[in-house]
């Protein structure tokens, strides 16, 4: 019994500490549950944390009941990912191809939705891939988004 505890908090200070930077911008709810929250659809926004002007919005499945309220509900794939630029961009720190900038756990253990990042070069596009994965077999689901950078009006001389 001790185990389990220390593992179901464990679970929620990792869920916790992997979506604290994503901001709830709304959620619907899809089923009505009589015993904890409903399932829902939530809508969250992201910044890229090493490119500043860029804001990721993230739409997903969130299981409620019992299993949902404790966290160990396995969530669906499905996600919808759109990035756009929000502001001048202006990278921070040394980006890497396929650098993951958020990650979410979908079950206890075993599966993960992440969005990472690449450049396109040649159109001078960032190019956010939304997909989860899972230890043994990942999901072929997936959502992609693009964001050419632009000049941004306060901008000057880019």
């Known amino acids: ?8 908090m464990l679970f929620c200070s990792v869920t ?4 604290a930077y994503a901001e709830e911008v709304g959620s619907v709810d899809t089923k009505f549950k009589m015993l904890g929250p409903d399932h829902k659809i939530v809508i969250e926004a992201f ?12 739409s ?3 299981k ?10 396995e969530e669906t794939s499905d996600a919808a990912l759109s990035c756009r630029q929000v502001g001048p961009i ?16 979908r079950s206890l253990v ?21 997909y989860s994965d899972r230890v043994i077999e990942g999901s072929p689901q997936n959502a992609i988004s693009t964001v050419p950078i632009q000049p941004w009006a306060n901008q000057q001389g880019s």
């Open 16 to 19: 916790l500490a992997s979506a």
């Open 110 to 130: 075993f599966k993960k939705l992440q969005v990472v990042r690449f450049f396109d070069k040649k159109r001078q596009t960032y190019v956010y891939l939304a």
């Open 90 to 105: 202006r990278t921070t720190g040394e980006l890497k191809e396929g650098e993951r900038v958020f990650s979410e756990n």
């Open 47 to 58: 910044d890229d944390p090493k490119i500043e002007g860029i804001t990721c919005y993230l």
């Open 60 to 62: 997903r499945s969130k």
């Open 64 to 73: 409620g009941g019992l299993k949902g309220m404790v966290g160990l509900a």
């Open 1 to 8: 019994m001790r185990t389990n505890s220390f593992m179901i």
